[in-house]
């Protein structure tokens, strides 16, 4: 039986997609027309207090119900999967409305930063010729992704009108490449057991363990763990990402008392007075700073790997993609024409294939962001950036990607723990007039930028497939000799 929706004028139908498109089993349909902007739809019921959940009840209202998903009860790379092969399917019976949805797909996301990463991921490891461009809903407490792309940081009103007009600005808004980031992570494998009231490496979901690398990966070692995954926002380590461990715990064990974002935002800046970030000096011993617990290494593309000094007291490093960190604010500015020629520095582009490296000394320090022209300090601009930990004298320290923290134990013998960042490839982002993320190849931005417009992976080729992948969608590229007319 078709969807109580699915009729031959439905409404939003430019955004409206059949149910036998998203359903291999349903008969196919005939359609009078051809949606101008289809869209799919994953929404996190649990972010934004009510709001999830009220939106989730509102797009299904106002779309098919069956183009609209809650990720706590499927997972996007399932839906995804099935999407995608049901495409060539049809597409392979002669469906011209399939082929002409799948070329004007896009995606929207409503979910905290951890959410939309979680998604670009899966997006980046399906692997497709013209991968559907994502916007971005601000669900969270940050927001940084739908920030930079023009989506705004406060929460959304979920109505029917607030919904039409995002719907009307995804329709009108232009895609935007930005460039996606990989890590990998290794260590000796943690015993089992809780850590506070999260477990040792409860990991983001864009992080996930490798169940086998091959015999000739230099990762390939006995007694360790290998985890690998992607971000496209930032990577952080040190005092900022312990204050939003300890906010994350909070929320976790307390989720009635996070409710709406003014109260989380509120709750985030007390933790960060009773963490001691206001007052670094006094409660962050040095043996935590940030030139104590690691050794930092970069790498410039065409380059070799060169030691990264790391001042003393510096206790938060931040590698950044994108102009948004904490809420909308810019740690790196735009350098000027001086530290340009002396430091090799430019402004930020989120698809020059560089991470922004940017270090703070304590709470005080951020605040300088808040000034027109502040920013942290500049540690460099990097293709690619290794952290390796020795013991010392903090046994672990606080690690976060895009929104998602964790507390990350570090050696307690002659072990190693190496966190390895490089480039790999890009997204598509869809992004509103004005937005604050600027391209390389945007002709009203003059040419001072990096001009070593290098093809995007060409410094990656020792570096096996299954390595280098983002790691949220463990078993996404269609293997080449898939039948997908078979396929249900």
Known sequence: MEDSTSMANPPLQEFYIPSYILSPELEAESISYIPTCPIIVFINSKSGGQLGSDLLITYRGLLNKAQVFDLGEEAPEKVLHRLFCNFETLKSKGDTLAAEIERRLRIIVAGGDGTASWLLGVVSDLKLPAPPPVATVPLGTGNNLPYSFGWGKKNPGTDCHSV??????????????????????????????????????????????????STDDSLNMDGYDTYRGGFWNYFSMGMDAQVSYAFHSERKLHPEKFKNQLVNQSTYAKLGCTQGWFCASLFHPSSRNISHLAKVKIMKKHGQWEELHIPQSIRSIVCLNLPSFSGGLNPWGTPNTRKELERGLTAPFVDDGYLEVVGFRDAWHGLVLLAPKGHGTRLAQAHRIKFEFHKGGADHTYMRIDGEPWKQPLPADNDTVVVEISHLGQVNMLATEGCLSKSIHDPSIPSNGHNDNEDEDSDDSEDSEERRKFGAAETFKFPDNLDYSHMS
């Not at 460039?179 to 983001?204: N, V």
Request: hydrophobic share 40%; glycine share 2%.
């Open 164 to 213: 039409k007009s995002f719907l009307d600005q995804v329709m009108k808004a232009r895609e935007m490449k930005i460039d996606s980031w990989h890590i990998i992570m290794r260590m000796r494998a943690p015993e089992k057991g809780s850590c506070d009231p999260i477990a040792p490496l409860e990991l983001p979901h864009s992080l996930h363990a490798f169940h086998r690398v």
